[in-house]
């Protein structure tokens, strides 16, 4: 216990954590380890504030070759629910967040074979010319990585290409939690962590704005993996900004992964390294033996709190850390604001997330002004102010309740 208590002073008094303190921060008692956590957000950012912003998001192909098996929203493509937007679906899209007042918008989709590399430019430039006020993030570095492979150009001449085209920014999407071991549980065809690491990379040197990077738990991992990846991200900032390229990491966001209906669920790997296929009780009790088992919605809930506190303290380099209310509930969302998060979202659909909030039975959130005052009481109720930002978090214009302009 004591050399918790000194992880969390050092950490509230600015001191970077060790991957060995950050470790024992999962076992530090849950309220101590919020008000560490809660400490440095209001040492970190403007303590009066909670950030929102009114956002969207365009999946543009649900056509995947990569198959991940947790993965609810792909289709293979002669699959009869497989589908692309055209770039008339892609315009009307935008127009209706035009009609919100969106800030910005995420742009993404699977890995699908049959769209040539001059789609994604064609796209980017009539979205851009269209919507010149609107921030573009668009893609991962999965997406990246096959558009790598369908041209034979390198992932940093497709990132400038795009940057030309109109993308503003590439998110750290497909990151989930960055140990090989770990990918290799759910989706053994996903990005393998070199790749993502050198592709954000790459992003961050040529100027493309990185609003988020994430970690998705509950894919089989050990806290000491979750660890290892919070460590890689905070070693990806620290070297832009030594290297004071164009770009960094501007926020973090973590949320648990609902493998229960996948077919990941059926995979999962012993601690002897055994690949074996289990039903979803013996995969809770595989997951329980490894240290990363919810059992329950209040479980799940604990845990997401307390990685949310940990990442605050773990990732002193990352300014803003997100609350999630979509798949959290407000309520949980208003105590992750007081957990460390600075940063309150969504207020759009989010990517190929939908397809896990439908199959989790919960509505897709339209921006409303409904919507907007449930997300002001969310933020009020924990006694900040909302303040409405951009992808840059740059506060825009006074709280209030705009709408429909
Ligand atoms: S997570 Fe992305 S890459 Fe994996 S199957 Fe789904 S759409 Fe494809």
Known sequence: MRNISRALERATAG?????????????????????????????????????????????????CSV?????????????PEASTLTLEEILGQMEDMRKVGARLILFQGGINPDLPF???????????????GIHIDGFSPEEVLGMERLTGR???????????????GLPGASAEVLVDDVRRLTAPTRIPTRDWCRIIEEALEVGLHSSWVSMVFGMGETAKERVSHLTLLRQIQDRALERSYPSRFFSFKVWPMRLASTRASRRVVSRGGK???????????????????????????????????????????????SALWLTQGFKVAQMALQSGANDLQETGAINAV??????AGKALPQVTPQLLSQIFNCIEGVGRKPAQRDAYYRVVEPAGLSYGH
């Open 354 to 359: 939908n397809a896990a909030v439908l199959a």
């Open 118 to 132: 001059e789609w994604y430019e064609e796209v980017l430039k009539a979205v851009k010319s269209e919507y010149p």
């Open 275 to 321: 690949v074996y296929p289990v039903g979803p009780e013996e995969y809770q009790e595989n997951q329980r033996e490894r240290g990363a088992a919810c059992s329950s919605a209040e479980e799940t809930a604990a845990m997401y709190l307390r990685e949310v506190a940990i990442a605050r303290l773990a990732l002193d380099n990352i300014p803003n850390h």
């Open 154 to 168: 390198s992932s940093k001449e497709v990132l400038e290409r795009l940057k030309q085209a109109g993308l503003d």
């Open 15 to 63: 001191k970077r954590l060790s991957a060995e303190e950050t470790l024992l921060l999962y076992e530090a008692p849950i309220e101590e380890l919020r008000a560490a956590a809660d400490e440095i957000r209001r040492q970190k950012t403007p303590p009066q504030l909670a950030y929102y912003v009114i956002s969207g998001t365009i999946d543009y192909t649900n056509v």
């Open 67 to 79: 198959g991940c098996g947790f993965c609810h929203f792909y289709r293979t493509r002669h699959h």
